[in-house]
């Protein structure tokens, strides 16, 4: 498809630059990253991510020139086999425009936050050189989202997905010789693996629905897919069943939804922006955008659809609770996060797909903004610590004790490790860090759903389309924001109230600006982000806006009713969580006031409710003992000691031993060839007796010689 | 004129007295001289023949006589090497016992 063939006005030309300009970034980095400084490596990544931003923002305006069209930009050939024909095609309409601007924008903001964060975290863990890996690692991953929202086909948005998978797993393990603390472990990398897999577990889901979609549907390609599924639908309905129910494992995978979501707690060993930008913001919504870019073969098999909803919406509620007992504040927000994709995978499933889009792209405002502060506060009680720690060794010199070269590691070796993501070592910190505590207090409100914030306007859009179909997911979606409003306030009641529960808190430091202004846009947008799409007439701008692709829904109007329930459970969960953890402030070594009142309930919160134990039980521990019986008594016994020591090794010692050398060889060849020497040897020794060296023996035989040649002769 | 059978015998006589003693002789003097005399029992047995058959094709033929010559040459040429030879053994074995010179055995 040519841009003077289809397309008079737009930047579509410029499409391929949303995964080149990353791309760019990264080389000159990977190139010149050695003798770049780090502002300048920063710069470059940011401003490659720029650029794929304000190439979205050029796409996003030419879509909407082209009246919502959707225009595929094809840039090169890719498999041609048979009748599949494959090629690397930009698929431009306006969700995928929506996704480009989420990716980049979002991504581009975080980019520079990274330059102030990780400015410091090389140096706390004292590795400076891995400052250009990582942004090399984020623009990559830029990238390959970038591959995944604009794929014209189901292979091309698997190529994306691979891809983010793969930068899911280089930035989790970024720290990969160490955990989250800095120790030597292999905590970190361990769970880069534990990502990976369990996204193979998806990945493998997905590969089944691709196939299955080849086989009966006869392509990948969108429209073609599309086009193919109605007939199909008609003529053996379980294909499509099966196709979208594999998808909604790869979603699974990707997007943290049970049973596979056990990957993104502990995702967050990567550093904090790793965790805003994949973890919470972008790729993890990749399964959202998946089944949203396939409504028109979801739309074809409600019974799957009904699975998704369920399947999100148990996930929004099992991982909210799950949050509330947590006391790392990233892993509340990871929990958080996963019971927010909960939220949108059960909008999309009940075919709210607008609202889904929708709070996905609020969701990715506030979520990075909460992940970006809560990473502030860790560098903040971090510097809190270091700057303690270099007080008290100071003293110590006044006092003539020994001299210390690097204090934090010379108190590390002594003491316990200290945690700047513990809860419990927090608090008062809104005194100290107040810029990072006004912009958590408006990335908690918008995720708890308080009005006017974005996230209340998108969460009531899913609430309110739950309530007109599925009551029963209604429900779960609504007691999950109850659990969101309450453990965001226990959060918050946690970190900036009350007193400080370690010296590092008290002397907790504010955050440079290369942070905090990132940080202040996010907030900005996660006010007004609520404008995209208010639910009154006229408003439901990104309704109209996905319309052109995903077909034109009636924007619903405002239900009081909803909006006053879910406003009132989400006020009531603040109210609870400051009278448990507000009224009177937590002290140091206190256990949680939640403890007692709720007991082996909260234990359960406390542990995750025992998943990853019980996955080490179900599969893990089998499959270790299944992989020790197979290397230990299939492998090793069976097949190395028996198949091949004594079957193979034996015969072929029988044989040679047996066989070839005693028999053949000994008894045949080697016979022969003594009985020759042996038979030379007889007949030399023999004649040797006629040289006896007397000249006239010989006189003799020469005479007898003669005499018998000449009695021949005569006699003959 | 004496027929050739009686020079044939003759010459069969001295050959098996020469062959003798080569054969039981111990000294290698006499051996010589028994070799010399096989020889010459040879060049009789020659120069008889010769003279019997006297023309070859009706031409006059000397071939007994000349081999003779021959013979006679080639004995005194072996004498004279063989004398040289049991000179120098004489010198280093002091002794020319021909049974005592047998270290050429196999």
């Not at chain 1, 300009?21 to 190139?31: D, E, V």
């Not at chain 1, 720029?50 to 996003?60: D, H």
């Not at chain 1, 939804?257 to 707690?265: A, D, K």
């Not at chain 1, 005693?662 to 020759?676: M, P, R």
Request: with cysteine.
């Amino acid at each position: 498809m040519h841009l003077s063939e289809t397309v008079s006005s737009g930047f579509f030309f410029l499409a391929p630059w949303l995964v080149f300009a990353p791309l760019t970034g990264l080389l000159i980095n990977a190139i010149f990253g050695k003798r770049f400084s780090e502002r300048t490596i920063g710069t470059v990544a940011s401003l490659a991510s720029g650029a794929a931003f304000v190439v979205s923002v050029l796409l996003a305006y030419s879509v909407s020139l082209n009246h919502g069209e959707m225009v595929r930009w094809r840039l090169a050939e890719w498999i041609h086999i048979g009748s599949l024909s494959l090629d690397w095609t930009f698929r431009i309409d306006s969700l995928s425009a929506t996704m480009m601007l989420v990716v980049s924008g979002v991504g581009t903001l975080i980019h520079i936050y990274a330059i102030g964060y990780m400015h410091e975290d090389v140096r706390f863990k004292h590795e400076e050189g891995r400052f250009a890996r990582f942004f090399m690692f984020l623009n990559l991953f830029i990238a390959a989202m970038m591959i995944l929202v604009s794929g014209d086909s189901y292979m091309m948005l698997f190529v994306g997905w691979e891809g983010v998978g793969l930068c899911s797993f280089l930035l989790i393990g970024f720290w990969y010789e160490m955990d989250t603390l800095a120790r030597p472990s292999w905590a970190n990398s361990n769970a880069a693996k534990k990502a990976f897999i369990t996204n193979r577990v998806g990945d493998f889901g997905f590969l089944i629905a691709g196939f299955l979609m080849f086989w009966y549907l006869g392509s990948f390609q969108f429209d073609e897919v599309f086009k193919a599924a109605p007939a199909v639908a008609e003529s053996a309905p379980w294909v499509i069943v099966a196709i979208t129910l594999f998808m909604l494992i790869g979603v699974a995978g990707k997007s943290a939804q049970i049973p596979l979501y056990i990957w993104l707690p502990d995702a967050m060993a990567g550093p904090t922006p790793v965790s805003a930008l994949i973890h919470a913001a972008t790729m993890v919504t990749a399964g959202v955008y998946l089944v949203t870019r396939s409504a028109s073969i979801y739309t074809l098999v409600p019974q799957a659809q009904y699975i998704v909803a369920m399947v999100g919406a148990g996930t929004a509620l099992f991982a909210a609770t799950i949050a509330v007992g947590q006391y790392d504040i990233k892993k509340v927000l990871a929990y958080s996060t996963i019971s927010q994709l909960g939220f949108m995978v059960a909008a999309v499933g009940m075919g709210a797909y607008v609202a889904g889009m929708f709070h996905l792209i609020t969701h990715a405002f506030f979520k990075a903004l909460l992940f970006l502060s809560a990473g502030s506060v860790i560098l903040g009680l971090e510097r809190g610590h270091h700057a303690h720690a270099h007080h008290a060794a100071h003293d110590d010199h006044g006092k003539g004790k020994k001299k210390k070269d690097d204090h934090g590691h010379a108190e590390e070796e002594h003491g316990e490790v200290f945690d700047p993501g513990d809860m419990r070592n927090m608090g008062g910190l809104r005194k100290t860090m107040p810029v990072t505590f006004w912009l958590y207090i408006i990335g908690t409100l918008a995720l708890a759903g308080i009005f006017p914030f974005a996230g209340f306007w998108s969460k009531d859009e899913i609430l309110l389309d739950a309530s007109l179909h599925f009551t029963s997911i209604y429900w779960q979606l609504a007691i999950a924001a109850f659990f969101t409003a309450f453990y965001m306030g226990r959060q918050i009641w946690m970190v900036f109230f009350g007193e400080a529960r370690s010296d590092a808190a008290k002397h907790a430091q504010e955050s440079p600006k290369v942070m905090t202004v990132p940080l202040m846009v996010l907030a900005a947008l996660s006010v007004l982000g609520g404008a995209l799409n208010l639910p009154f007439e006229g408003f439901h701008n990104l309704g109209h806006w996905l319309g052109h692709t995903l077909g034109e829904v009636e924007g619903l109007p405002l239900d009081l009713k909803v909006a006053g329930i879910s406003t009132a459970l989400a006020l009531l969960a603040i109210v609870i969580s400051w009278f448990l953890y507000g009224r009177n402030p937590l002290k140091t070594g206190q256990i949680d006031p939640l403890k007692k009142p709720l007991g082996f309930v909260f234990t359960g919160m406390e542990n995750k409710w025992f998943v990853d134990e019980g996955y080490f039980a179900l599969i893990i521990n089998p499959f270790k003992k299944a992989s020790a019986f197979l290397a230990d008594v299939i492998d090793w016994r069976f097949w190395h000691d028996f198949v091949h020591d004594t079957v193979i090794l034996g015969t072929y010692n029988w044989l040679s031993e047996i066989a070839l050398n005693k028999y053949a060889d000994q008894k045949g060849i080697d016979a022969f060839a003594n009985w020759l020497g042996t038979a030379t040897q007889w007949i030399s020794e023999n004649m040797r007796k006629i040289q006896n060296g007397f000249v006239r023996s010989y006189a003799l035989s020469v005479m007898l010689g003669v005499v018998l040649i000449l009695g021949y002769l005569i006699f003959k | 004129m004496v027929p050739v059978n009686y020079y044939v015998a003759l010459s069969a006589v001295l050959f098996s007295i020469g062959a003798l003693g080569v054969l039981i002789r111990r000294n290698p003097l006499i051996i010589f001289m028994s070799i010399e005399l096989m020889l010459n029992a040879a060049n009789l047995a020659f120069v008889a023949f010769g003279r019997s058959f006297e023309l070859q094709g009706g031409q006059p033929f000397f071939g007994g006589q000349i081999f003779v010559f021959f013979v006679i040459a080639v004995a005194a040429a072996e004498v004279a090497v063989g004398l040289a030879l049991l000179v120098e053994i004489f010198k280093t074995k002091k002794n020319i016992n021909i049974d005592e010179l047998n270290s050429l055995k196999g």
